[in-house]
């Protein structure tokens, strides 16, 4: 079974700052998606950004970046010039990469609320 | 596009109802829907998977009686909550993803439900 651990339950930050919100999962799979989602205060999930575990190569979503380090089972999240409206709860998830409808299952951490003050 | 509906959005209900909660894909056919239930401040479980024109994936622990869950179009699937007790009370919340363009899951705005 896969887990998914955010260490960080609360964090806050400046409006215009950078956050890095960690996570880090535990799995015997080779191939899997990692994904962060963001919950607002109106409770509706948004997919922030979503990695491949083959691609060595760290995603991008504008302001959105993740450090991706499979060795270490490590998928942190950045956000740069940090915006009222990131606002949110944060959740990393674990997905397997195997075909079949009941195989795109997520896993998800606990969460982080992440704060960003004017 | 990849838009995911829920109706109602809240509900109350008196103890020893039952309630049903839809989840629609508003622009595209999902063959597979998940359900999932979210506690205050605390994270989404997984409670089952819904299969279009089959019966349900229950995670361990989920009482499928009591949760039933039916997926009879590429476009809805219902959460019957019966009997439902203070203890079901809850934020439900379903998701589905696009056959063919990725494992992304696209999530409802969710439904309240409060049993009194």
């Known amino acids: 079974a896969q887990t998914v651990t955010q260490s960080q339950p609360e964090m806050s930050v400046q409006e215009a700052e950078t956050v890095t919100l960690s996570c880090t999962y535990d799995?015997?799979?080779?191939?899997?998606?990692l994904f962060w989602y963001k919950q607002p205060p109106s409770r509706q999930m948004i997919l922030v950004i979503r990695?491949?575990?083959?691609?060595?190569q760290n995603a991008t979503e504008n302001r959105f970046s993740v450090n991706f380090q499979k060795a270490a089972k490590s998928f942190s999240l950045k956000i740069s010039d940090s915006q009222l409206g990131d606002t949110a709860m944060y959740f990393c998830?674990?997905?397997?990469?195997?075909?079949?409808?009941?195989?795109?299952?997520?896993?998800f951490g606990k969460g982080t609320l992440l704060t960003v003050n004017p | 596009g990849a838009v995911v509906s829920q109706h109602p959005s809240w509900v109350i209900c008196k103890s020893g109802t039952s309630v049903k909660i839809e989840c629609r894909s508003l622009?595209?056919?999902?063959?597979?829907m998940f359900w999932y239930r979210q506690f205050p401040k605390q994270s989404l479980m997984l409670m089952a998977t819904?299969?279009?024109?089959?019966?349900?994936?229950?995670e361990q622990g989920v009482e499928k009686d009591k949760f039933l869950i039916n997926h009879a179009s590429l476009t809805l699937s219902t959460l019957t909550v019966t009997s439902a007790h203070p203890e079901d009370s809850s934020f439900y919340i379903c998701?589905?993803?696009?056959?063919?363009?990725?494992?992304?899951?696209?999530f409802g705005p969710g439904t309240r439900l409060t049993v009194t």
């Open positions: 622009d595209f056919q999902a063959t597979t």
């Open positions: 990695q491949e575990a083959y691609k060595q």
């Open positions: 819904s299969n279009e024109g089959s019966k349900a994936t229950y």
């Open positions: 998701s589905a993803r696009v056959p063919g363009q990725g494992p992304e899951q696209y």
């Open positions: 799995t015997s799979e080779n191939n899997y998606y």
């Open positions: 998830a674990f997905m397997k990469h195997n075909s079949g409808g009941s195989n795109y299952k997520l896993t």
